[in-house]
């Protein structure tokens, strides 16, 4: 594993679909939800969603998360990459906004001006900081997942 390119594949897995499935907990138990993403060269993810959604809120009371990022054909080999992180829910910081709006519109195309994000409690991006990091790759690994060096992320 040592020489193991994780940044080339990792950017392969994320490449590879345009979103993924969120984890939250709340008192109730455990919500999931899928969707959109970007990422930065650190593998911060971030997606935008509205307050009043059940993993906004979960996400406000406790900013554990988790996600899986995954090819969804079930043809061939598996690849994936599942996060263990804290999110934050970017509010009231202009810079912020601006680099969360920058990430995640070079991904899904041209977006809306910016403008409509700053200061706007119905959509608001979140940024997801990876704690831990596991990849799978049936093609090298078979079906163990490995855990990515954290000098790869952080």
Avoid at 23 to 38: K, S
Wanted: with cysteine; glycine share 6%.
């Amino acid at each position: 594993m040592k020489n193991f390119n994780w940044k080339k594949y990792l950017i392969d897995c994320l490449e590879s679909t345009n979103f993924c499935c969120i984890g939250t907990v709340d008192p109730n138990g455990v919500w999931t939800n899928p969707v959109y993403f970007a990422y930065d060269g650190h593998f911060n993810l971030y997606f935008i969603s509205q307050m009043k959604s059940r993993h906004m809120q979960n996400l406000k009371m406790n900013p554990r998360i988790s996600v899986a990022i995954y090819k969804t054909e079930q043809k061939g080999d598996v690849v994936g990459a599942y996060i263990e992180g804290k999110a934050k829910i970017i509010l009231d910081n202009e810079q912020e906004i601006q680099k969360a709006f920058d990430i995640y519109y070079a991904r899904a195309g041209k977006g809306p001006d910016v403008q409509g994000y700053i200061n706007n409690p119905t959509w608001l991006y979140v940024k997801v900081t990876p704690k831990n990091i596991y990849y799978l790759d049936t093609r090298m690994f078979g079906e163990d997942r490995q855990e990515v060096p954290m000098a790869v992320y952080k």
